[in-house]
C-alpha cells in the first residue's frame, strides 16, 4: 500500500509506523496510509521562519506574484493527473473543476493582486496623517511581512482548493506556510504539493505539508505565526483555546461550518424566473461536492401559502440527479468522501428527525450506477421538512454535512430576517426576489449574521457565481458560528498575514522609509526637467517649480467656450449674491489644464510616453481673474513592473513593445500668495533606458 509523504525541512520523508489507512470513496478500497509520527514539528517551523521567511521577505510583492503565476501556469499543465486522483474522493468531474481548477484560479486572481501594491518588500495602509500645523510632523502607517509561518489546518471537502486559497494569500504577503490537510483526503494534496516541490518555483522553505496527525505542532507557535483553521467549530474551538496559542497571542482564524441559509421572497411565484432560479440553487448547493461544503445551503426558507409547491419542486428537481461512479459521465453526484463520514452525516440527520420530517429521500437506501452502494460512502439527498422552525430549534443548532437541507416556513419577511440569524453565525445566505426593496430590507437586517449575502433574480442569476462559491476578492467567513475569521478577501486577506506599524516623523523621513514622497517633503532640484529622465533615472523627490501664469477673464471665457461648460459662477456677469464666490471664478479644470501647460514645459520628444490618468485631484481656493498661479511638480513613485495591459495596444503605435513603467507625480497648485488651490497626483508612463 502506499505510504504518503511529508514534505518538511526540505525533504520527502514519510512518518514512523502504519499511521492512519485511507480509502477510495466510491470503492472502498484501501489505497494509501499516512503518518507523520517521528516529525520534529518544532524544527519544522522553525525552519519555515529561518529558511522561507527571510527568502519570501527579500521578494517585492510584484516578484511574489509574478511567482503565484508561474506557479499556477505550471500546475495548470498538470490538471489529467490531479482529476484521476480526485475522483477517489468521490468527485464528480464538476466538483473536481471546483477544487482543483477553482484553487488555481485563486492563485491566478492573487498573482493579479500584485498590482494593488508597489514594488516593495513592504506596504503602506491608508493615507498619510498630519499631525502637526507646520506641516513638520506626520505619520504613515505600514506594513510589513510578519517573521513567522502561516499554519493552516485544513478540512477534507477541498484537499487542493483548501490549500491553494490559503497559500496564495500568505505567498503574496511574503510569509512561508505549513500546509496540514485533513488526512482522510490528503493524497491529493500530496500529489499538489509534489508538483509544486518540483517546479522550484517556490523558495525552499515556502511550503510544507504534513499528512496526518498534526501532533503538537500547535505547541511550538510563536507571536509572529498565523494559524488558520477550516472545519468544524467544535475542533476550531478547542484548537483555538490551546494555552500556547493564547499565551502567545497568535492570530488565529476560524472558517467553521455553518447553517448557511436561502430565503424565497414573497414576490416570487411559480410563474416568474426567479421561482426556477431557486429552485435550481438549491439542487446545486445540495448536491454538488455531495453536499459536503462548509458553504452548502442547510436552511431553506419560504412563504407559508407556497411550501406545499416548494418543496414539490424541489424533490421533483432532486430526483434527476444521477448518483454513483463519478467516472461515469451520466453521474451528477459523487459520494461522500468516506464511510465514516456517511456514519456521521447520519448520525445528525437522526438528532434533525427529532423534530423534522423526510420529505424527499431515503436515509437508508440510494440507487446509484456503476458503483456499490454499500461499499462506496453513497448517500440519498435528503430534503426535511420543519413546520415550526421557532419552536423547533434544532434545523438551526445541527448540520449533517452532506446532502441535507431543512425547509421552513416563514409569515411574514420580518419572520424571515429572524430566521436567518438563527443560526447564530453563517458564512453565507442568499435572498431569491426580484424587488429590490425587499432585498435592501434583507441585507440590512440580516447582515450582522452573515459573511456574505447573495442577491439573486433573473437580471444576475446567468452570471452570478452563486450561493456556494467564495471568491478571492470577497472575504470568506462569518460571524458567531463561522468563526468569526476572515480569509481571501483581496488585499485585507494579505494584511493578515503582516504587521502593521504607525510611523511618525518629518515628511522627509516619512518619504525616505517608504520610496513614497510626501507632501511638505525636501525636493531633489537639480535643475534638470524630470519628464527628460528616463524611468530608471527618475528618484523619489525630483522635484521643479515652474514660472507663474496669470489668469485672466479672457481665459476663463475662452474656456468656457471651448469646454461648453458655462456654469454660473465662471460667467462675468452673473449676480454674485448668496454664491459661495465674490465673482468670476476660473473653472477647475482649466486650472489643471494650466497647471500641465506649466509642468510639462517642453516641445522635444522625450521619455515620457503619455498621461495615463489622474487621481485624487482636488481644488482647494477659487481662482479669481488676475491670479498668479505656479506649480511645484514632484516625483511621487515609481511603479517598475506588471503594467495593466492597454486593452487595446493596436490602437497605439509601438505601445506594446516598448519598455515603460509607469510613474505617479503629485502636482501642487499655488497662488500668488502662496496658498494651495489646487491638489493632484497624475500618472505617466515613462520609457525605461
Known amino acids: 500500500m502506499n505510504k504518503l509523504e511529508n514534505y518538511v525541512s526540505g525533504r520527502w520523508m514519510t512518518g514512523d509506523g502504519d499511521g492512519q489507512i485511507l480509502y477510495n470513496a466510491v470503492t472502498g478500497d484501501a489505497i494509501a496510509n499516512a503518518s507523520t509520527k517521528g516529525l520534529d514539528f518544532d524544527a519544522i517551523l522553525n525552519y519555515a521562519r529561518t529558511k522561507g521567511n527571510p527568502a519570501l521577505r527579500k521578494m517585492t510583492f510584484h516578484e511574489r506574484g509574478n511567482m503565484l503565476k508561474a506557479l499556477a501556469s505550471h500546475l495548470r499543465d498538470h490538471l489529467d493527473t490531479f482529476y484521476k486522483i480526485s475522483y477517489q474522493t468521490g468527485a464528480t468531474k464538476i466538483d473536481s473543476w471546483i477544487d482543483i481548477e477553482g484553487g488555481i484560479g485563486n492563485l491566478f486572481s492573487y498573482a493579479s493582486l500584485r498590482r494593488k501594491f508597489s514594488d516593495e518588500i513592504f506596504c503602506t495602509d491608508g493615507d498619510s496623517i498630519n499631525l502637526s500645523k ?59 504539493v509534489k508538483e509544486i516541490i518540483a517546479s522550484k518555483i517556490l523558495p525552499e522553505g515556502a511550503l510544507q505539508l504534513i499528512c496526518g496527525s498534526a501532533g503538537d505542532l500547535l505547541s511550538h507557535v510563536t507571536s509572529q505565526d498565523v494559524i488558520t483553521f477550516t472545519g468544524s467549530a467544535s475542533t476550531g474551538l478547542m484548537l483555538k483555546s490551546q494555552k500556547k496559542i493564547m499565551e502567545e497571542n497568535v492570530p488565529f482564524t476560524m472558517e467553521a461550518d455553518s447553517l448557511n441559509c436561502i430565503v424565497l421572497g414573497n414576490d416570487v411565484s411559480p410563474n416568474t424566473p ?124 445541527v448540520e449533517a454535512f452532506g446532502p441535507v437541507s431543512t425547509i421552513m416556513p416563514y409569515k411574514n419577511f420580518d419572520e424571515a430576517i429572524e430566521l436567518s440569524k438563527k443560526g447564530k453565525g453563517s458564512l453565507c445566505s442568499t435572498i431569491v426576489t426580484a424587488d429590490n426593496k425587499m432585498a435592501k430590507q434583507y441585507v440590512i437586517g440580516a447582515a450582522t449574521h452573515h459573511g456574505r449575502i447573495l442577491i439573486l433574480n433573473n437580471e444576475c442569476a446567468k452570471e452570478s457565481t452563486g450561493h456556494g462559491s467564495p471568491l478571492p476578492t470577497l472575504v470568506h467567513g462569518g460571524p458567531g458560528r463561522a468563526g468569526g475569521g476572515e480569509e481571501m478577501g483581496g488585499i485585507r486577506g494579505v494584511k493578515h498575514y503582516m504587521q502593521r506599524v504607525a510611523v511618525q516623523g518629518s515628511p522627509t523621513s516619512i518619504t525616505a522609509v517608504t520610496n513614497q514622497y510626501q507632501q511638505y517633503a525636501k525636493g531633489n532640484t537639480n535643475g534638470i526637467h524630470p519628464f527628460k529622465k528616463y524611468f530608471e533615472e527618475l528618484q523619489i523627490g525630483d522635484q521643479i517649480t515652474t514660472e507663474k501664469r496669470i489668469i485672466t477673464s479672457e481665459d476663463i471665457n475662452r474656456f468656457a467656450d471651448l469646454s461648453g461648460d458655462h456654469f454660473y459662477a465662471h460667467l462675468e456677469e452673473t449676480d454674485f449674491n448668496d454664491t459661495m464666490f465674490e465673482r468670476q471664478v476660473a473653472h477647475g479644470y482649466f486650472i489643471m489644464s494650466v497647471a500641465a501647460g506649466l509642468f510639462v514645459d517642453s516641445y522635444e520628444k522625450n521619455p515620457v510616453l503619455l498621461n495615463y490618468g489622474i487621481d ?26 506588471d503594467l495593466r495591459k492597454i486593452e487595446k495596444p493596436e490602437d497605439f503605435k509601438r505601445g506594446d513593445d516598448i519598455e515603460k513603467g509607469i510613474v505617479k507625480w503629485l502636482v501642487e497648485i499655488f497662488d500668488e500668495t502662496n496658498e494651495l488651490v489646487g491638489l493632484a497626483t497624475i500618472l505617466t508612463m515613462v520609457r525605461k533606458k
Open 134 to 192: 507646520g506641516n513638520t510632523f506626520m505619520a504613515q502607517h505600514i506594513l510589513v511581512p510578519k517573521e513567522g509561518v502561516a499554519i493552516h489546518i485544513n478540512a477534507f471537502n477541498f484537499p487542493v482548493w483548501g490549500m491553494l486559497e490559503k497559500i496564495a494569500v500568505n505567498l503574496l504577503a511574503g510569509v512561508p506556510a505549513v500546509v496540514k490537510p485533513a488526512t482522510i483526503t490528503s493524497f491529493l494534496t500530496e500529489a499538489v
Open 616 to 641: 485624487e485631484l482636488r481644488f482647494t481656493k477659487p481662482v479669481y481673474a488676475g491670479a498668479e498661479i505656479y506649480i511645484r511638480f514632484t516625483c511621487k513613485e515609481k511603479l517598475s513592473n
Open 274 to 397: 426567479e421561482w426556477d432560479i431557486f429552485i435550481k440553487e438549491v439542487k446545486k448547493e445540495m448536491t454538488v461536492k455531495a453536499g459536503q461544503k462548509c458553504t452548502a445551503i442547510r436552511r431553506i426558507f419560504v412563504p407559508e401559502n407556497k411550501m406545499e409547491d416548494v418543496w414539490k419542486a424541489i424533490s421533483q428537481s432532486l430526483s434527476q440527479t444521477v448518483i454513483g461512479n463519478p467516472l461515469n459521465e451520466k453521474v451528477r453526484m459523487g459520494s461522500l468522501a468516506g464511510l465514516s463520514q456517511r456514519d456521521e452525516v447520519k448520525n445528525q440527520i437522526q438528532k434533525l428527525l427529532a423534530s423534522s420530517q423526510i420529505i424527499y429521500g431515503s436515509l437508508d437506501s440510494v440507487e446509484t450506477i456503476d458503483a456499490d452502494a454499500n461499499k462506496g460512502a453513497f448517500i440519498s439527498p435528503l430534503l426535511l421538512l420543519n413546520e415550526k422552525p421557532f419552536a423547533s430549534t434544532a434545523s438551526h443548532e
